[in-house]
């Protein structure tokens, strides 16, 4: 019997354990170890609350979840109810699949500033994390500006111009519906310090963006490369690309109060104002031979009360567990950070690709586990509820998480999947309510 040990709830976890059952067959036990009393990582608390059919992908990790082969051990903290060692003392192997939860910081004066946001808060608001229930985010501005040219940059535009109505089929967490309805945005800016040929933006993405009911993308003709230039890229990137000349070509929509502003070549210098942020300096740049962002001694200060830095992400540390600051994720080689002991999605990788690219990770992992025999842990999930009942920890099972799902779904407000209980204390007791209550 081999004994895995996952860290972790969402698709990296859920693909290695989906992997490991299809390695070793009847004869793995996995339990999977998870902060929060829900399951699904980024697919609950990052995906945008706005994009569904992705989010439907939890099905599939619900089988998974329910195979008898596999516990879901919620509200189980590793590093305050449990170590890495006592699992490594009680299980076979221990994968670390903790995500990339941490915003990386943005690093300029002025971003301790009131009114400046990570994505990671602020999408963690928006979809009901409990550990950013109360951002709070200023919204009574008429600008904001979010940093980063990737797809987190793109959400967190499109969130904000969104109506209620466009979002009322959504899993918005019900704070963030009402304060958005509430918001007197007129101009969303998308700072990027390179230019279109180097964003990292996906066409669907780009593309719903003038699709908005109230909000208008803007593009400046003269931030667009010539378009002979366009034949070097990627296929996908040149998609991205042409749909940008689009939004030039055809300039904003004047009947839409709101303006989504691609504001390419610009640097992020340092923010500005009284305590609130009131405005971002920006150097104006250019891209060099190398590819890289080059200053061009021209500076420019741009308003907003609200500014998000969407910059990428970062993996928490565990205590115990080698970690490389400079990358921001588990020091490791090819997942091994030490005897018995891996990582893997972007705790390995770091924060990039999409939910599929866990998947292979997922699957290359357990390839390496099952070229080596199990050490002989065999007692791993029985040992674990030992120490966890020896501790005074109560796990959220996968029953518990069912009972969430459907207090949540009870309470959906027409039209929408559900309305998330963004309170630890509230999803505890619902996850532990007794039955029929
Ligand atoms: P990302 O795609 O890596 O984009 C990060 C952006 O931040 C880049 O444009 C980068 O510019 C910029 N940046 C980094 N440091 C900066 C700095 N100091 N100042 C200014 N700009 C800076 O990351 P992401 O948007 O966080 O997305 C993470 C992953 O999730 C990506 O793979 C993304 O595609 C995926 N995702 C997918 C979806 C979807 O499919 N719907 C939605 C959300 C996220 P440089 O290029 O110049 O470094």
Same mark, same amino acid.
């Given at each position: 019997?081999?004994?895995?040990?996952?860290?972790?709830?969402?698709?990296?976890?859920?693909?290695?354990?989906?992997?490991?059952?299809?390695?070793?067959?009847?004869?793995?036990?996995?339990?999977?170890?998870?902060?929060?009393?829900?399951?699904?990582?980024?697919?609950?608390?990052?995906?945008? =609350?706005?994009?569904? @059919?992705?989010?439907?992908? &939890?099905?599939?990790?619900?089988?998974?979840?329910?195979?008898?082969?596999?516990?879901?051990?919620?509200?189980?903290?590793?590093?305050?109810?449990?170590?890495?060692?006592?699992?490594?003392?009680?299980?076979?192997?221990?994968?670390?699949?903790?995500?990339?939860?941490?915003?990386?910081?943005?690093?300029?004066?002025?971003?301790?500033?009131?009114?400046?946001?990570? &994505?990671?808060?602020?999408?963690?608001?928006?979809?009901?994390?409990?550990?950013?229930?109360?951002?709070?985010?200023?919204?009574?501005?008429?600008?904001?500006?979010?940093?980063?040219?990737?797809?987190?940059?793109?959400?967190?535009?499109?969130?904000?111009?969104?109506?209620?109505?466009?979002?009322?089929? @959504?899993?918005?967490?019900?704070?963030?519906?009402?304060?958005?309805?509430?918001?007197?945005?007129?101009?969303?800016?998308?700072?990027?310090?390179?230019?279109?040929?180097?964003?990292?933006?996906?066409?669907?993405?780009?593309?719903?963006?003038?699709?908005?009911?109230?909000?208008?993308?803007?593009?400046?003709?003269?931030?667009?490369? =010539?378009?002979?230039?366009?034949?070097?890229?990627?296929?996908?990137?040149?998609?991205?690309?042409?749909?940008?000349?689009?939004?030039? &070509?055809?300039?904003?929509?004047?009947?839409?109060?709101?303006?989504?502003?691609?504001?390419?070549?610009?640097?992020?210098?340092?923010?500005?104002?009284?305590?609130?942020?009131?405005?971002?300096?920006?150097?104006?740049?250019?891209?060099?031979?190398?590819?890289?962002?080059?200053?061009?001694?021209?500076?420019?200060?741009? /308003?907003?009360?609200?500014?998000? &830095?969407?910059?990428?992400?970062?993996?928490?540390?565990?205590?115990?567990?080698?970690?490389?600051?400079?990358?921001?994720?588990?020091?490791?080689?090819?997942?091994?950070?030490?005897?018995?002991?891996?990582?893997?999605?972007?705790?390995?990788?770091?924060?990039?690709?999409?939910?599929?690219?866990?998947?292979?990770?997922?699957?290359?992992?357990?390839?390496?586990?099952?070229?080596?025999?199990?050490?002989?842990?065999?007692?791993?999930?029985?040992?674990?509820?030992?120490?966890?009942?020896?501790?005074?920890?109560?796990?959220?099972?996968?029953?518990?998480?069912?009972?969430?799902?459907?207090?949540?779904?009870?309470? /959906?407000?027409?039209?929408?999947?559900?309305?998330?209980?963004?309170?630890?204390?509230?999803?505890?007791?619902?996850?532990?309510?007794?039955?029929?209550?």
């Amino acid at each position: 019997m081999r004994t895995l040990a996952i860290i972790g709830s969402g698709p990296a976890a859920f693909y290695t354990a989906e992997a490991a059952l299809k390695a070793f067959g009847d004869d793995v036990r996995i339990d999977m170890l998870e902060r929060l009393p829900t399951p699904y990582g980024l697919i609950r608390a990052g995906v945008a =609350p706005d994009h569904q @059919s992705i989010k439907a992908v &939890s099905r599939r990790y619900e089988q998974v979840a329910t195979d008898p082969r596999v516990r879901f051990l919620g509200d189980v903290e590793v590093g305050r109810d449990v170590e890495v060692a006592d699992l490594l003392q009680l299980f076979d192997d221990v994968v670390l699949a903790t995500g990339a939860p941490q915003d990386r910081p943005l690093g300029i004066p002025g971003d301790t500033l009131e009114g400046v946001v990570g &994505s990671a808060a602020f999408v963690g608001w928006y979809n009901g994390h409990p550990d950013w229930a109360d951002l709070d985010p200023p919204l009574d501005g008429p600008d904001a500006i979010i940093i980063g040219n990737g797809n987190v940059a793109i959400d967190c535009a499109r969130v904000l111009a969104k109506t209620t109505a466009e979002l009322a089929a @959504s899993d918005i967490a019900g704070h963030a519906l009402g304060a958005l309805g509430r918001a007197g945005l007129r101009t969303i800016r998308i700072l990027g310090r390179r230019g279109p040929h180097q964003a990292s933006f996906t066409l669907k993405e780009v593309g719903e963006l003038g699709e908005l009911l109230r909000a208008t993308p803007v593009v400046k003709p003269e931030d667009l490369p =010539p378009e002979a230039a366009d034949a070097g890229l990627e296929s996908g990137q040149r998609r991205v690309v042409q749909v940008l000349r689009r939004f030039a &070509s055809e300039g904003p929509d004047a009947a839409k109060p709101v303006r989504i502003v691609f504001d390419f070549f610009r640097r992020p210098v340092r923010a500005v104002g009284e305590g609130r942020v009131a405005g971002l300096e920006v150097m104006r740049t250019r891209v060099g031979a190398d590819g890289r962002a080059e200053d061009t001694g021209e500076t420019e200060t741009l /308003a907003c009360s609200l500014l998000i &830095s969407a910059i990428g992400y970062r993996t928490a540390g565990v205590p115990g567990v080698p970690f490389d600051a400079a990358t921001g994720r588990f020091a490791n080689v090819d997942g091994r950070i030490a005897d018995r002991l891996w990582c893997v999605g972007w705790a390995r990788r770091g924060p990039t690709g999409t939910i599929g690219t866990n998947r292979h990770d997922g699957f290359a992992l357990v390839e390496r586990l099952a070229a080596t025999p199990p050490a002989g842990h065999g007692d791993g999930p029985k040992g674990l509820d030992r120490l966890l009942a020896s501790r005074g920890v109560v796990p959220v099972d996968f029953a518990g998480w069912q009972r969430i799902d459907a207090a949540e779904a009870a309470q /959906a407000r027409p039209g929408a999947p559900r309305e998330k209980l963004v309170r630890l204390a509230a999803l505890r007791a619902a996850a532990h309510a007794p039955a029929g209550a």
